[in-house]
């Protein structure tokens, strides 16, 4: 499979994506508009073993709910992560059996090696 996970309204998304230059290839699913459904959370799932890895913190309901002072489980993140769609960790890249998530430099430099072999 290759495909990215992005928020089209989201700048950080938008210039990495520019960045990698995502092939034809891949498939884009923007999440405000397309959604995420419990089978490919669960797909990501079987390629990291952890939901909190999909999870991100920065998102603002984390923030107003005030999780971090809460003991999240696996399955807590699921379901977080089923109910809105800030919670994903952005963007995710999956290309054939790698997976690549967040914006650190670190990540979208190993997805764009992933990509182009570079």
Excluded: W
């Excluded at 290839?25 to 999909?54: C, P, R, V, W």
């Excluded at 920065?58 to 002072?69: H, M, P, V």
């Excluded at 379901?79 to 999956?94: A, S, W």
């Amino acid at each position: 499979m290759k495909k990215i996970y992005y928020l089209s309204t989201c700048d950080t998304c938008k210039r990495i994506m520019k960045e990698l230059e995502i092939p034809q290839s891949f498939i884009k699913q923007d999440l405000k508009t397309q959604g995420i459904s419990e089978e490919e959370i669960e797909e990501l799932y079987n390629m990291t073993h952890n939901y909190e890895a999909l999870f991100s913190k920065r998102a603002r309901l984390y923030k107003e709910r005030d999780l971090k002072n809460q003991t999240l489980l696996d399955e807590d993140y699921l379901n977080l992560l089923l109910e809105h769609y800030t919670f994903l960790k952005r963007p995710i890249i999956v290309n054939n059996d790698e997976i690549f998530i967040g914006n650190s430099k670190k990540t979208v430099a190993a997805a764009k090696n992933s990509i182009h072999g570079n």
